[in-house]
């Protein structure tokens, strides 16, 4: 059988390579160079790089609602239970592929092992001859809390400068624009980075001259200079 043209990382995929994929759940292509991914692999993907690339760069990386999304849809979908047991490597298999039964079974095996390693659980007597295990609760990742911690800070932040006349004459400027709603637009906007800027837009407002590069940008965009 011919090579697949894929071009993954400059080659193509071979056949054996692309049959490995072949069960993905959902539509998975490259058009352009780019992978193509339904919402739900979309979401699943960015809560995984969330986790991986730390609170800081997933802010730079896109917008706080998506990462919002990805994090409570992330929530519902990992096994927890897997992940403690059998670390990163092994619990990210099964979110990029289905496995097959005999790896099922490996996986399990590898489950039982590091738990044995670990030692018995604790348990208490709830009751006259029935046990009831203490399992931890699924706790949320460092990574997830600190971008929680800085989402909600980013919001106070944008409440506070929404009372302010600078707010007013950006919100001014933004009518240019032409937005079904602007200010919804405006408040996106001002907590979106902004590659021309090379920071959120909110970053900006205390600085002095701040409100008057973030007219002039406005403007820009308005008459299509950007």
């Not at 950006?170 to 079904?180: F, T």
Request: a positive charge; one cysteine or more; proline letters at 5%.
């Amino acid at each position: 059988m011919e090579p697949l043209d894929i071009r993954l990382l400059g080659r193509p995929w071979s056949a054996e390579e692309m049959h490995r994929h072949h069960d993905l759940p959902g539509r998975l292509e490259i058009v352009g160079g780019k992978l193509c991914l339904d919402d739900t692999q979309r979401a699943l993907l960015l809560g995984a790089l969330l986790e991986h690339v730390g609170a800081r760069r997933a802010v730079s990386l896109g917008s706080l609602q998506v990462w919002e999304a990805a994090i409570a849809e992330r929530r519902e979908e990992v096994d927890w239970d897997a992940m403690r047991a059998v670390g990163a490597e092994q619990f990210w298999r099964p979110a990029t592929q289905r496995l097959s039964f005999s790896e099922r079974l490996e996986l399990k095996a590898d489950v039982r092992k590091l738990r044995a390693a670990r030692g018995p659980r604790r348990s208490t007597r709830a009751c006259a001859g029935r046990i009831r295990r203490n399992r931890p609760k699924p706790a949320i990742s460092s990574e997830i809390r600190t971008f929680l911690v800085a989402q909600r800070s980013l919001m106070r932040r944008l409440e506070a400068f929404a009372a302010t006349p600078a707010y007013a004459q950006l919100l001014n400027v933004s009518r240019m624009l032409g937005a079904h709603d602007t200010e919804a637009w405006l408040a996106d906007w001002l907590i979106q980075p902004a590659v021309t800027l090379g920071c959120t837009p909110l970053d900006l407002v205390d600085q002095p001259d701040g409100i008057a590069l973030l007219s002039d940008h406005l403007t820009r965009v308005a008459y299509g200079t950007y």
